[in-house]
Structure formats: structure tokens, C-alpha cells
């Protein structure tokens, strides 16, 4: 009887112990706030390099990027179209999220809109939709960096046809190669036209293999091989992360939707009038954020294996060195 009292006892002070607390779920990329993001910045009217409309841009996102409590840095450049015209007045936008780790991981899209031939386009998806990925992209990063520093890039004059190069993308290079930040750049993943409601991401043929199959391995864990195709044929993308190809950095990754209304390139929607909220959606830009999440983890997960393996990586106050 003593012994089953005892018992009894030791059970009930053991149910009387506080249970722990349940970790909290880690955020989630949010189709709907990047969606808002995406709303306002086509309210502000098109967001032609060079004109007022892109410095609107620059403003709204800096101002979003700061109300992180990010710090935001501009680098400013100029453009001629010929030695007599005068100089567009052209600035990339970036900021960080520190991360503890040496090296550095760079996500890239344009701020900018199309020029239209007669008719304004409301550049919703092309130009709008990766800045708006990217500002709730920052939110999350904000609550739950990585190990490397992310930088997020929003590039300027990316998107004028008669300038024949991805201004912001050149600029981009520039700037990290006199500064020595490719040495340290683990991944730049270029992100571009991703609000399509017809949601269709390919594989791209200029892509680092290895790097792509950490995004396209996320869709397929995340459940979005839908959109994410791994059978499909490849793109051949043309988008600023040519670049730093071209300069000879092959750690490079675009994710891009080029069939904008219907299943042929480049859509019935690109650069019309028509490339407007209503043919985007708050689901696609869901579907590429939480691939773009996921991928970005799966790389630096990886990445911090093959660093310490090879003794690359260190722990550094400040982000990259």
C-alpha cells in the first residue's frame, strides 16, 4: 500500500511538472503582404529608368526596406544612349541581412519597368513582381537569417530594350569586383517575372547546375513541382545574371516565368497594357517565395559543409568580410 502511495505520488508530481513551451512555427513567405507590396508600386505608374516613375520606386522600396530598421545603401551611376544625349540619372538600391558566416549570398531583381511604345504599361510583372518578392523576402530574412549574409539587389536600367545590356546588372558587377566581393559571393540568384497567374518556372540553360537544383529540389519538397518543372525542356534565359556569366562568375542562378498569357514565349501579356494586377497573382508570388526560402536554405546548409570541410569558413562579427 506504502509502496503504490509512493507511486502514485511520484507520478502525480511528475504530471504536475510545466510542460516546455512549444517552439514557435518559423515564418512563412506571405503572398499576400508581397502581393500589397506589389500594389503600391504599381499605383506609382510606370517605372521607366530614368524618369521620376523609378525614383518613385527607389523611394517606396528604400522606405519599406528602412521601416525593417535595414540599412539601405544606393549606388548611383549615369547612362547616355549616345555620346550627345544627355545622362539618365540611374541608382541600384541593396541592403543586408547579416548572417555569421564569411561569404555572401546576393539576391537580384530589376526596379524598373518597360518603356512603352505608345501605350504605358503598368509593369505588374515584369519589373514589379521580383521587388515585391524580394521586400517580403526582407521581412523574413530580418526574423530568420541565414548563415551568410544575404544581400538583396534591386537594379535599375535593367529593362531598356535600346540600351543593349542590363545596365543595373553591369553596374552590380562592377561595384562587387573592384570592391573583391565576388572572392566571397557564394550565390547570385536573379529573380524576374514571377506574379504570372499561369504560374511556369523552366530550368534555365545558363544556370549553375548544381546551385539550380537546390531551388527546383525546394518546389518538389515544398509541393510546387507544378510550377517548377524538372522534365520540361530548358529556357534559355536572356536576364541580368548573363552578365556575370559573361565575366566569367558561374555561380549564378535566374528564376524566371518568360510565357506571360499563355504557353508561348514571351506571352500575350508582355510589355502591353495588359501586364497589369489582374493577370498576377498573390498565389504565384507565394509559390516562388517560399521556393526562393527554401532553396536559398537548402544552398547555405550545403554551403556551410563544403566551407568547413575545407576550412573557407569562419565565424566574422558583421556579415561578410
Known amino acids: 500500500m506504502q509502496a503504490g502511495c509512493i507511486g502514485l505520488a511520484l507520478g502525480c508530481a511528475w504530471l504536475s511538472e510545466p510542460l516546455a513551451p512549444a517552439l514557435p512555427e518559423p515564418p512563412s513567405f506571405s503572398g499576400e503582404l508581397a502581393f500589397a507590396h506589389l500594389e503600391k508600386l504599381v499605383a506609382l505608374g510606370p517605372r521607366v529608368a ?49 548572417g555569421p558566416e564569411a561569404g555572401l549570398f546576393v539576391v537580384a531583381t530589376p526596379l524598373d519597368s518597360a518603356p512603352g511604345q505608345g501605350a504605358a504599361i503598368p509593369g505588374a510583372n515584369e519589373g514589379g513582381s521580383g521587388a515585391a518578392l524580394l521586400l517580403e523576402l526582407a521581412r523574413l530574412l530580418h526574423e530568420r537569417p541565414l548563415p551568410y549574409t544575404v544581400r538583396l539587389l534591386f537594379l535599375d536600367a535593367e529593362l531598356l530594350d535600346e540600351a543593349g545590356a542590363f545596365l543595373g546588372s553591369e ?36 544556370s549553375d547546375r548544381s546551385l539550380r537544383d537546390f531551388f527546383f529540389a525546394a518546389a518538389a519538397r515544398t509541393g510546387h513541382s507544378a510550377s517548377f518543372s524538372s522534365t520540361a525542356p530548358f529556357d534559355d534565359l536572356r536576364l541580368g545574371h548573363l552578365v556575370f556569366i559573361d565575366h566569367r562568375f558561374p555561380r549564378v542562378v535566374a528564376l524566371a516565368d518568360v510565357r506571360y498569357g499563355g504557353s ?3 506571352g500575350e501579356h508582355w510589355r502591353t497594357a495588359s501586364d497589369d494586377l489582374a493577370n498576377c497573382s498573390a498565389q504565384s508570388l507565394a509559390t516562388v517565395g517560399t521556393v526562393v526560402l527554401a532553396g536559398l536554405e537548402a544552398a547555405a546548409e550545403r554551403q556551410l559543409v563544403v566551407d568547413r570541410a575545407t576550412g573557407a569558413a569562419h565565424p566574422h562579427e558583421g556579415g561578410h568580410p
Open 264 to 266: 508561348e514565349i514571351p
Open 171 to 206: 553596374q552590380a558587377h562592377h561595384r562587387m569586383s573592384e570592391a573583391g566581393e565576388l572572392e566571397t559571393l557564394r550565390l547570385l540568384l536573379y529573380v524576374h517575372q514571377v506574379g504570372d497567374r499561369d504560374l511556369e518556372i523552366r530550368r534555365d540553360l545558363h
Open 50 to 98: 530614368g524618369t521620376p516613375g523609378a525614383e518613385r520606386a527607389r523611394g517606396y522600396i528604400r522606405g519599406e526596406l528602412e521601416g525593417l530598421g535595414l540599412t539601405v545603401q544606393e549606388d548611383a551611376f549615369v547612362w547616355s544612349r549616345t555620346p550627345e544625349s544627355p545622362s539618365l540619372p540611374l541608382a541600384n538600391l541593396w541592403t543586408e541581412i547579416p
